[in-house]
């Protein structure tokens, strides 16, 4: 088995006369938590979006679990093994939090919907099998109290624990957080570390969008820096930090 889960090659997007990506390659191994930062505007976003088959790459080839992976719709990049949760929020509002769980686990079971019309034997025992896991992943994520709770109804930070166990309940190999911090406050900014860590230390892999740095350079094993599309710096976050471009970058002339 290779320990190398996401291999993403010279991978180019452009938008008109935008270049948003430009030749940016990152390699990720399993149980590490990867970092994508940059301005705004530096193109982690669309990296995003083309890793989950929203974007069509004009170039770049990727490899998931050692496996050639072509991102086409998101339903099959679910199966194929990403999950994602989104910078703002999306989940389904009206229903309860146990339901947006058991949304994500359908991704991997098999009755079909002929079962679902039919109710076969086969489709309750799923779906009672399905609502057992998405209760174990809400006490998980910290949130099991409101599982009957809908959605909208939960405080902001919780609905983004919600959104991280939809994404665990599709059984991703590497999970792609869209700045899961934004919004929250110091106290869930380091209760939302501890579940990071924890999902890591069960053997997940992370990649991770965040604008704070403070939790990114605390968090992340590796480290990638984006400016303008291009892929300006990779390493730890001590590398990283210390990389005089990326030092211009967030702090010198561009002014961005
Ligand atoms: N669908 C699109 N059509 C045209 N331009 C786009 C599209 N999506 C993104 N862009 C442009 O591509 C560039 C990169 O945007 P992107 O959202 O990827 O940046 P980002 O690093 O995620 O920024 P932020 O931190 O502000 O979210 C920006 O200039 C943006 O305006």
């Given at each position: 088995m290779t320990d190398?889960?996401?291999k993403v090659a010279s991978v180019s997007k452009r938008f008109g006369g935008l270049q948003a990506l430009s030749d940016v390659g990152i390699?990720?191994?399993r149980g590490q938590v990867y970092g994508l930062i940059g301005p705004n505007g530096a193109g982690k976003t669309t990296f995003?979006?083309?890793l989950t088959g929203l974007y069509t790459p004009d170039s770049g080839s990727f490899e998931l679990a050692?496996?050639?992976y072509t991102p086409t719709a998101v339903h099959e990049?679910?199966?194929a093994g990403i999950a994602r949760t989104f910078q703002n929020i999306r989940l389904f509002a009206e229903m309860t939090a146990l339901e947006n769980v058991m949304v994500g686990r359908h991704v991997r079971t098999g009755s079909g919907l002929l079962g679902a019309i039919l109710r076969t034997p086969k489709f309750k025992r799923e779906e009672r099998e399905i609502a057992d896991r998405a209760k174990e992943l809400l006490d998980y994520v910290g949130i099991g109290k409101f599982a009957d709770y809908k959605s909208r109804t939960l405080s902001y930070g919780d609905q983004r624990r919600l959104e991280i166990a939809r994404a665990l309940a599709t059984d991703p190999q590497l999970i792609a957080l869209d700045e899961p911090a934004a919004g929250m406050n110091a106290t869930e900014k380091i209760q939302l570390r501890e579940l990071i860590d924890r999902i890591r230390n069960?053997?997940?892999t992370i990649l991770l969008i965040e604008h704070d740095v403070k939790l990114v350079m605390g968090l992340c094993d590796r480290v990638t820096v984006l400016d303008y599309g291009k892929q300006l710096s990779t390493g730890t976050p001590a590398e990283v930090q210390k990389d005089p471009k990326v030092i211009e970058a967030y702090l010198g002339t561009g002014g961005h």
């Open positions: 190398t889960i996401l390699e990720i191994r995003f979006n083309v050692g496996q050639a990049v679910a199966k069960d053997n997940r």
